[in-house]
């Protein structure tokens, strides 16, 4: 039995009929075509699903979507959609430092990072590892990761960049 819900997605409200069951990775990638989070695990273990929901990175995966009625949702898509140069400083920033590789994992450590800038602009590298622990990538071994994400935090692109 289909079900109403609206919700802010990536910047812009949006009303949208789902089956409660659903996950909102299900939602993201089959109803809103929006395939940048990836269904790795499917168990919340890996992080390629990783999303943002009112400012906190989440399992897209496992989060019922029946619980984004009323929430902001951002996607990694959406940083690029609303940033002025087309892609985020974080997007940009990974490119440059060669923290992509097979690139499976990247749009979820970007929205990782992405709510670690927006709750502590200023983070030590402690605190990033502790951010994208939660993250899986079996390409890169994580160093330029995590100095893609210091770039961006040294040069003052946490909260309030799209």
Request: net charge negative.
């Amino acid at each position: 039995m289909r079900r109403s819900i609206t919700f802010r997605l990536n910047g812009d409200e949006v009303t949208v009929e789902v089956e409660p069951h659903w996950t909102l990775l299900y939602l993201l990638r089959e109803v809103f075509e929006l395939t940048g989070a990836k269904e790795g695990c499917g168990m919340g273990e890996c992080g390629a699903c990783t999303v943002m929901v009112n400012g906190k990175a989440v399992v897209s995966c496992l989060y019922p979507v029946m619980e984004v009625e009323g929430k902001e949702v951002w996607t990694v898509e959406g940083l690029a959609e609303k940033s002025p140069e087309g892609l985020h400083p974080l997007q940009k920033a990974f490119i440059e430092r060669g923290a992509v590789q097979c690139g499976f994992c990247t749009p979820g450590m970007i929205m990782s990072a992405k709510a670690l800038l927006d709750e502590n602009p200023n983070p030590t590298e402690e605190d990033i590892k502790t951010a994208i622990s939660g993250n899986i990538c079996r390409c890169t071994g994580y160093v330029q990761i995590i100095e893609a994400i210091k770039t961006v935090a040294e040069e003052g692109h946490g909260k309030g960049t799209a």
